[in-house]
């Protein structure tokens, strides 16, 4: 079988103290009380044979509620593929640009809840964003993304300031 596949985008600025990425937590009931390496950046799985950019553009728009900017896409920073722990391969691209964490509307999935209870309920995909330090998104992301920091650090070493 098949690992599954996600395509996500890393949204980061360039501060005075060094680049920020934003990151998202997820949202429902089992990540609700966890905080440090539950979060990840936006992103979704697609199906085989489909266009990972495309994929990455479409749950960047669906978790934060808005697509990144068209002169961002037309920029994106690839950051290669990693695997999670659990096999899913995560696809990511950069992307320089900036966003209000506060502003951010997730789309929703549904699961019966609580378990065995009948009771089907509605959960943001995501609950919230945040910007962070690269240190600090190395303690809050999860552990199988964590090379994705190290790859945008690479390639921003490669590119100068604009």
Do not use: C
């Amino acid at each position: 079988m098949a690992a599954r596949q996600s395509a996500g985008i890393l949204l980061f600025r360039l501060d005075p103290d060094g680049p920020r990425v934003l990151l998202v937590h997820p949202g429902g009931p089992f990540w609700a009380r966890k905080d440090e390496g539950a979060w990840s950046i936006p992103k979704g799985e697609y199906e085989p044979g489909a266009d990972p950019r495309a994929a990455a553009l479409r749950e960047f728009e669906e978790e934060l509620g808005r697509p990144l900017a068209p002169a961002d896409a037309a920029r994106l920073i690839d950051l290669g593929t990693v695997r999670q722990p659990g096999g899913k391969l995560v696809t990511a691209w950069a992307a320089r640009g900036e966003l209000d964490p506060e502003t951010v509307i997730s789309n929703t999935f549904e699961i019966e809840w609580p378990p065995r209870s009948g009771r089907l309920r509605q959960f943001p995909e995501i609950d919230r964003a945040a910007w962070f330090t690269i240190e600090e998104a190395r303690v809050k992301l999860l552990r199988g993304q964590l090379p994705l920091l190290d790859a945008l650090l690479v390639r921003l070493s490669q590119v100068p300031d604009e």
